[in-house]
């Protein structure tokens, strides 16, 4: 199985103060991710923010 990858919103402040945690395979946290990314926090989606987020995942314990 793969490991699982995590990203959480309260690691990144925002003016939002968002405290969404998403966790899953890496392709579905970035896809979730990229579009939270977009829909609440107003970044465009681009091929360096899917980057940018990628390098932000931790890994998750099974």
Known sequence: MANRK???CRDYPSEKNCS??????EEEVLDAAT????SAHGH??????RV?????L???AD
Request: negative net charge; hydrophobic residues 30%; glycine residues 4%.
């Open 35 to 38: 579009q939270h990314a977009v």
């Open 44 to 49: 465009e989606n681009t091929p360096e923010l």
């Open 6 to 8: 995590s990203i959480d």
């Open 58 to 60: 931790k890994d998750e």
């Open 20 to 25: 969404l945690k998403v966790s899953g395979t």
């Open 52 to 56: 940018q987020i990628k390098s932000m």
